[in-house]
Structures are given as structure tokens and as C-alpha cells.
């Protein structure tokens, strides 16, 4: 089993910027892909970026390509999500997640491990 923990999420004002991170444990963190997903008000969850088992490879979503920068640090089994030039629509709960295989998999239903989330709000 593996535990994920998501800090870093707050109120911040349109063009701000935040950095969540997620702290896992419970299983090697090394041999796990990580990705965030993120849940507006009334809309469906959504895949934001995955980084690979390695680090060596990342994948976003279009809207916050060039914005979030996912990234890992397997030495201390946190995985981090670098918001920038945030924007009232990326106003969300966001959520850490593993799955036990070391490559990208789209669907929400591939990640068998799910933190608690942590709510970033941006104000216009």
C-alpha cells in the first residue's frame, strides 16, 4: 500500500504562483509513475502531468503546458507540482497519485493510489 500526503495548496491571486508537493510512503518510491490530477467545482476530474518512475520523462495536459513543471525527488520520495502564472481556472482540489508501473497511463483508473487532495484557489 502506499500513502500520499499533498501539502502546499492556499489561496493566491491570478498570475501567483504555488508549488505542491507530495510526500509518499509505504512503497518504493523509485518504481512508481506520479501524476496530478485536479477537480474543479462541477466539472470533472482531469489529468494535469505525470512524471515517469525515472524523472526523465513528464506529460501535461495542454492547458498548463509551458505553466507546471512536475518534477521528483526519488531521495526523498516527494513528487512536486511547480504552478505558475496561475489562473482563476485552475482553481481546483488537487491530488496526488501512484501507480506501481514506471510509464504514463491517461485514465484516472490507472493510478491505484490516491492522496486526500489540497485545494488551490486563485482570485481574479
Known amino acids: 500500500q502506499v500513502q500520499l500526503v499533498e501539502s502546499g495548496g492556499g489561496l493566491v491571486q491570478d498570475g501567483g504562483s504555488l508549488r505542491l508537493s507530495c510526500a509518499a510512503s509505504?512503497?518504493?518510491?523509485?518504481?512508481?509513475?506520479m501524476a496530478w490530477f485536479r477537480q474543479a467545482p462541477g466539472k470533472e476530474r482531469e489529468f494535469v502531468a505525470h512524471?515517469?518512475?525515472?524523472?526523465?520523462?513528464?506529460r501535461y495536459v495542454e492547458s498548463v503546458k509551458g505553466r507546471f513543471t512536475i518534477s521528483r525527488d526519488n531521495t526523498k520520495n516527494t513528487v512536486y507540482l511547480q504552478m505558475n502564472s496561475l489562473k482563476p481556472e485552475d482553481t481546483a482540489v488537487y491530488y496526488c497519485?501512484?501507480?506501481?508501473?514506471?510509464?504514463?497511463?491517461?485514465?484516472?483508473?490507472?493510478?491505484?493510489?490516491w492522496g486526500q487532495g489540497t485545494q488551490v484557489t486563485v482570485s481574479s
Open positions: 509505504g512503497r518504493t518510491f523509485s518504481s512508481l509513475s
Open positions: 512524471v515517469s518512475a525515472s524523472g526523465l520523462t513528464t
Open positions: 497519485v501512484a501507480r506501481s508501473r514506471a510509464v504514463y497511463a491517461a485514465p484516472e483508473g490507472a493510478y491505484a493510489h
